[in-house]
C-alpha cells in the first residue's frame, strides 16, 4: 500500500487562497473602473448638451438682436417698398455673418 501525500492536497489549497484575492481585486477594479468611466461619459454628455442649448439660445438671441435692428433701418420705415434697396440693406446687415448663409 502507497500512502498518499497531503502536499498535493495543501499545494491546491495555498494556490486558491493565493488565487482568488487576486481575483476579487480585478474583478472590484473593472466594476469600479467601468462605473466610473459611465459616470464621465454621462456627465460628458451633459455638459455638450448644455453647451449647445446655450449655442442655439446664442443664436436665437442674437438673429433677433440683428432682425430688430434691421427693422429700424431707413428702408423699412419708409411709406413705398423698395424691393432692391430693402435687398441691398439685408445683404449689407447680414454679410460676414456665420449664422445666416447666403442664397
Known amino acids: 500500500m502507497k500512502q498518499k501525500s497531503?502536499?498535493?492536497?495543501?499545494?491546491?489549497l495555498l494556490l486558491a487562497i493565493g488565487i482568488i484575492p487576486i481575483i476579487v481585486t480585478v474583478v472590484s477594479?473593472?466594476?469600479?473602473t467601468k462605473n466610473l468611466l459611465i459616470q464621465?461619459?454621462?456627465?460628458?454628455k451633459e455638459s455638450a448638451l448644455n453647451l449647445i442649448i446655450q449655442?442655439?439660445?446664442?443664436i436665437?438671441?442674437?438673429?433677433?438682436?440683428?432682425?430688430?435692428?434691421?427693422?429700424?433701418?431707413?428702408?423699412?420705415?419708409?411709406?413705398t417698398w423698395d424691393a432692391a434697396a430693402a435687398k441691398q440693406t439685408v445683404d449689407v446687415a447680414f454679410k460676414?455673418?456665420?449664422?445666416?448663409?447666403?442664397?
Open 29 to 32: 477594479s473593472y466594476f469600479s
Open 6 to 12: 497531503i502536499g498535493k492536497s495543501i499545494f491546491i
Open 60 to 79: 436665437v438671441d442674437d438673429t433677433e438682436s440683428r432682425l430688430e435692428g434691421l427693422l429700424s433701418a431707413e428702408v423699412f420705415q419708409r411709406s
Open 40 to 44: 464621465r461619459n454621462d456627465m460628458s
Open 96 to 103: 460676414g455673418d456665420n449664422n445666416v448663409s447666403a442664397p
Open 55 to 58: 449655442e442655439k439660445q446664442n
